[in-house]
């Protein structure tokens, strides 16, 4: 089993839809989490943390179940330019956590006009 | 203030040959971590460092060396390039243990 598991997609959706993107973890010892975005052909960029409260970006939502040990992104509104891949990132966690960033496959968007 | 810097862009080498993928960050960043990325595989952590003379193995670290001798550099080096080292390289940089990582551009490498 994968470490941080996505669903690859693509998501196809039109401009001004609500998507959602989901994702599961393994090591319940991990400590923290993100959403990273990558374009094609582009380095990683830093989208938005992810906090067990919950935490919002303009459009961007993000959640965190520690419990069932899944991570959530919800893009409200879409527009073309969210068009990207959307990484999963898990902290490695433990007691010998050093810092290692542990990623998912990503999840593709494409916002059609 | 320009981040995290990776050195080349782009890189054909013959199999057998060796060479350091450069990286460098200005933030002051203790944490660093080069990566590969392959198609339908994701990133994969090859070495990370948590501090100048501090190293140690990722997922995939056969075939490559690192060293970290100053907190600002962190080179990659192939040893004996092979053509499944074929990838995009990514070297990254973060402040803390738990925080996000900056990314540099990364390193097309082709080796044939």
């Known amino acids: 089993r994968k470490e941080v598991e996505q669903d690859p997609g693509p998501f196809n959706v039109p401009e001004g839809a609500t998507v959602a993107f989901n994702c599961t973890y393994s090591?319940?010892?991990?400590?923290?989490f993100f959403w990273y975005r990558q374009d094609c052909r582009k380095e990683p960029k830093l989208l938005m943390s992810?906090?067990?409260s919950g935490n919002e970006d303009g459009r961007f939502t993000a959640q965190l179940n520690r419990a069932s040990q899944y991570i959530s992104l919800l893009i409200r509104d879409s527009k073309l330019s969210d068009s990207a891949t959307y990484l999963c990132?898990?902290?490695?966690?433990?007691?010998?956590?050093?810092?290692?960033?542990?990623f998912g496959q990503g999840t593709t968007l494409q916002v059609k006009p | 203030n320009a981040g995290v810097t990776q050195t080349p862009k782009f890189q054909v080498l013959k199999t057998g040959q060796s060479m350091t993928l450069q990286c460098a960050q200005d933030?002051?960043?203790?944490?660093m971590s080069w990566y590969r990325q392959d198609p339908g595989m994701g990133l994969r952590l090859i070495h990370y460092?948590?501090?100048?003379?501090?190293?140690d193995q990722g997922e995939v670290p056969n075939g490559y060396n690192v060293s970290r001798s100053t907190t600002e550099d962190f080179p990659l080096r192939l040893l004996s390039a092979a053509p499944s080292q074929t990838s995009v390289y990514f070297c990254?940089?973060?402040?803390?243990?738990?925080?996000?990582?900056?990314f540099g551009s990364g390193t097309r490498l082709t080796v044939v």
């Open positions: 460092s948590v501090g100048a003379g501090i190293t």
């Open positions: 992810v906090y067990s």
């Open positions: 990254a940089s973060s402040l803390t243990r738990s925080g996000g990582y900056t």
């Open positions: 090591n319940s010892a991990s400590q923290s």
């Open positions: 990132v898990v902290n490695g966690g433990g007691s010998s956590n050093t810092g290692k960033l542990i």
């Open positions: 933030m002051n960043h203790e944490y």
